[in-house]
């Protein structure tokens, strides 16, 4: 089964998108449902998908796992709930008997927008935290380098939960290698609880003037450090439309990855997710029961 870790659905013209309002990100400023994923994923031969959180409300997770019954190709869904919240444990056990609650997979913030670099490492964080890790569900990491120190300590301070980092921690690439970057997510890496997306890659190059040839040193640094069992491909589609296509984005990252192997390439496209986000085998048999 070949997954799509990570893509989005949203509607600017129902709900505020607080990231979205850069002049820049015109292009995808509309709405983006399932309906026009799935021609993408038929095309590129993708049987699965999971649905990662857009903004940081409650209502969005409980309409995503709505969206999840009723989208047999979704198979899990990344929600947000509220960390600092006292009763965050509770908000996780609701959404797990909500309309679709079975999908709920993990938990994400946009934590690089904090202003704190270290937010991830309040007392109140750390307990919701906590409580994510206790309900058996994984924590995704949205983060850049500066919030990384903080990532490292969190998945130190709770070696039994799962984690997984979103975009490679979003390395400068159009910058060029950044060996601070690379530095901090082999330490990272040294977490055996932590897996690397190598999504989102080339909304981090120039626009308009990337291939794999540029991703190559990133994806091949994150595949040195965690290894073929720990890297998960996601497409981070609809964002990776201001880059390229979804086929173009994929085919980019696939030819990264079989440059470093086929092993490697197999796993990044489906096991590895299901690893990291304990994606039952009885919902990856329905997946491909309605896809076949």
């Known amino acids: 089964m070949v997954i799509d870790a990570h893509q989005h659905f949203w509607d600017p013209a129902r709900a505020d998108y607080p990231w979205m309002q850069a002049p820049e990100l015109a292009p995808i400023r509309r709405a983006f449902g399932p309906d026009d994923l799935a021609p993408l994923l038929r095309a590129n031969a993708v049987d699965a998908s999971i649905l990662v959180q857009c ?3 409650i209502e969005e997770t409980e309409e995503f796992l709505r969206l999840a019954a009723a989208t047999p190709s979704v198979i899990g869904v990344v929600g947000w709930a509220d960390l600092t919240d006292g ?10 008997g909500s309309p679709g ?22 007392d109140d964080v750390q307990r919701g935290l906590a409580a994510v890790v206790s309900h058996d569900l994984t924590y995704d990491f949205l983060v850049r380098t500066r919030e990384m120190p903080a990532v490292i300590a969190t998945a130190q301070a709770f070696p039994q939960g799962r984690f997984v980092l979103d975009h490679a921690a979003k390395p400068p690439i159009s910058a060029g290698f ?8 082999a330490a990272l890496a040294a977490c055996g609880n932590v897996w690397c997306k190598i999504s989102g890659l080339a909304t ?5 003037d990337w291939d794999a040839k540029r991703l190559l040193p990133f994806v091949a640094h ?6 073929e069992d720990r890297l998960i ?3 981070d589609w609809p964002v990776c439309l201001l880059a390229g296509s979804y086929g173009g984005t994929k085919g980019a990252l696939e030819e990264c990855l079989m440059t470093l192997g086929p092993n490697v390439r197999d796993k ?4 590895n997710a299901r690893r990291a986000y304990l994606i039952p085998s009885s919902l990856s048999e329905k997946v491909a029961r309605s896809a076949g």
């Open 87 to 96: 009763a965050v444990g509770e908000t996780l056990e609701r959404l797990r």
């Open 204 to 208: 981090e190059a120039r626009w308009n």
């Open 233 to 235: 491909y996601g497409s």
């Open 178 to 185: 950044s060996r601070e970057w690379a530095d901090l997510l």
């Open 222 to 227: 994150a595949a040195k450090c965690f290894g």
């Open 101 to 122: 609650g079975e999908r709920l997979v993990g938990i994400r913030h946009q934590v690089h927008d904090e202003p704190d670099p270290n937010w991830l490492l309040r």
């Open 55 to 57: 903004r940081c409300s």
């Open 268 to 271: 990044a496209f489906g096991a």
